[in-house]
């Protein structure tokens, strides 16, 4: 199933999403009512994680692996599998191990770990949970299985802060993989935040085995998303989708690796013709409403000041942050944090998941531009 994460996002859709979308002003076209927009949502929700996704992570595990069995003190004991900063890789990560491998004793850490609020305790919690005290009983259990340890830990960023001391988690888990060759481990990561941590502390010097997640294609993001379509809406039975799919194409080069994205401008780029809503802009019960699809297009950004560039920097590096870590990484006052990041709230440009703040995935590409020419470090786009 989809991650929290993107579950909340889809919650969080701004309506301001659509002024990049504006369609013919000839045309009597509509965005949907926030009604059906939710029924839409729910459907989303309910979607599998992209076969895409997991056929590479499968892959490439499988190689890493039978590379590391028949040599291992030589062969790297570990993979690393980076996304989009706006595509939560730890869920993507999660169904991937769903499918047993026998012979392997896998081991998943961390998955519901989120950042201390001193981060500088990262490493003692990293310890906690790695190196746990071995009992008589673990001892000889661990005797009992003889098959190879698989380490999985689904997300990187929880793991550091930037700033002075924080990143030693990191180092912590890079000397730990490279010198216990007898278990192999499993990391995923964003490009931003692995750009980040080559430049710190060398970490691809240490965790050489790195794949990115695939871009996905028209037809996988047509086969993804066709269970939405396959349906009638329970409050929407007389809903008809176009016959016309010719927007598949837009939608791929636009969304790249990220089926969030993917999602997202799909759903933002559904209309229908204003004469099938009523005048409390609801659909007319008995009619039958065809929607159609205005061309996918991203959402125009706003002027940005300097503390804003720091601030999305941050965000896309770590992908989500407390205000409070926020402040701690960029060294300012978190009073004044607060005050550009109501004004980027408002512009829809973060979106807020209960203590937590992100980036809206509908600006990430703008947002790669804006701080590449800003001589920001960022990491692939």
């Known amino acids: 199933m989809v991650g929290k994460p993107i579950r909340s996002f889809l919650e969080a859709l701004p309506g301001r999403f659509s002024q990049g979308q504006t369609p013919d002003p000839t045309d009597d076209i509509t965005e949907l009512p926030p009604a059906l927009r939710h029924q839409l949502s729910e459907k989303i929700k309910q979607l599998p994680i992209p076969q895409d996704y997991l056929a590479a992570v499968h892959e490439a595990l499988k190689e890493a692996l039978n590379a590391w069995q028949i040599s291992p003190d030589t062969s790297n004991n570990s993979l690393v599998v980076l996304s989009s900063p706006v595509e939560a890789i730890a869920p993507i990560l999660k169904a991937s191990f769903q499918d047993d491998l026998p012979d392997y004793e896998v081991r998943q850490f961390l998955g519901g770990y989120q ?109 993804w998303l066709d269970p939405v379509l396959a349906e009638p809406l329970p409050d929407s039975p007389n809903l008809k989708f176009p016959e016309d799919q010719g927007n598949w194409e837009s939608l791929a080069n636009l969304a790249g690796e990220t089926s969030t994205l993917a999602a997202q401008l799909w759903l933002q780029s559904l209309r229908l013709q204003s004469s099938d809503l009523n005048e409390d802009g609801a659909i007319t019960a008995e009619a039958t409403v065809e929607l159609q699809f205005a061309k996918p297009a991203f959402p125009s950004l706003m002027s940005l000041e300097a503390l804003d560039r720091y601030i999305l920097h941050a965000l896309l590096i770590h992908r989500e942050m407390t205000r409070s870590h926020l402040a701690l990484s960029l060294g300012e006052a978190e009073r004044r944090i607060r005050s550009r990041v109501q004004v980027l709230q408002r512009e829809g440009i973060i979106i807020q998941w209960g203590r937590r703040l992100t980036v809206h995935p509908a600006h990430y590409h703008r947002l790669c531009s804006e701080l590449a020419n800003n001589n920001f470090l960022i990491g692939k786009t």
Not at 159 to 176: D, K, N, S, T
Request: proline share 7%; aromatic share 10%.
């Open 115 to 223: 950042r201390p609020p001193d981060p500088l305790t990262i490493l003692d919690h990293l310890r906690r949970e790695l190196e746990p005290e071995q009992t008589a009983d673990k001892k000889a259990e661990a005797e009992k299985d003889k098959r190879p340890t698989v380490m999985v830990i689904p997300s990187l960023e929880p793991c550091f802060l930037r700033c002075i001391q924080g990143w030693e988690g990191i180092e912590y888990l890079q000397a730990l993989a490279s010198q216990d060759v007898s278990r192999f481990w499993v990391f995923g990561c964003n490009h931003w935040a692995w750009a980040f941590l080559e430049k710190v502390c060398q970490v691809n010097a240490y965790l050489e085995q790195v794949i990115c997640l695939p871009e996905l294609t028209a037809e996988v993001l047509q086969t």
